[in-house]
Each structure stands twice: as C-alpha cells, then as structure tokens.
C-alpha cells in the first residue's frame, strides 16, 4: 500500500473525528423539563398559557417564568400530548 495515503487519512482523522464526536452532544432536559414529557406538566407547574400559537403542525405554549422571562413549550400534531420543543 502506498505509504503518501497515511499522512493525509491521519489530518483528516485528527482534524474532523473530534468534530463528530461533538456534533453528537443532545439536550434533552431544560430547566427540569424533558423532551416526550407529558403536556399535562406544564399546566400544573406554570398554570395557564398567556399565549398560544397554533399551525398545521404544531402548538405553542407560552408561560411565564417570572417578570422577565418566559418559557415555550411545542407540542407535534402527531404527538399532542408529548413536549417536543422546549426553549427559554
């Protein structure tokens, strides 16, 4: 085997394999909340939503958290009753 192959397959090892592997990090939780949690959580925690915005494939859910911040909670048609987006 020709040995010019080896320094350019190891740059390339070195240099994208870490790259991958980073690439791999998925957040599931925020703030004690999970992903395919049940929708009914949220109520119980916050109350009621100030604002809802629904589309064809998809709801929102906004509760306030405090007097500056407040969390959205979607919710996939082909799953209504399962957290698939939160976000702070």
Not at 55 to 61: G, I, L, N
């Amino acid at each position: 085997m020709n040995k010019k192959i080896y320094l350019p397959v190891l740059i390339f090892v070195v240099i994208f394999f870490p790259l991958i592997l980073e690439s791999t990090d998925i957040q599931t939780d925020l703030n004690g909340f999970r992903l395919l949690q049940f929708k009914d959580v949220t109520e119980k925690y916050f109350g009621k939503p100030f604002d809802t915005i629904r589309t064809s494939f998809k709801t929102a859910e906004a509760y306030l958290v405090d007097s500056n911040a407040y969390m959205v909670f979607e919710y996939d048609k082909s799953l209504p009753n399962n957290i698939c987006s939160i976000q702070l």
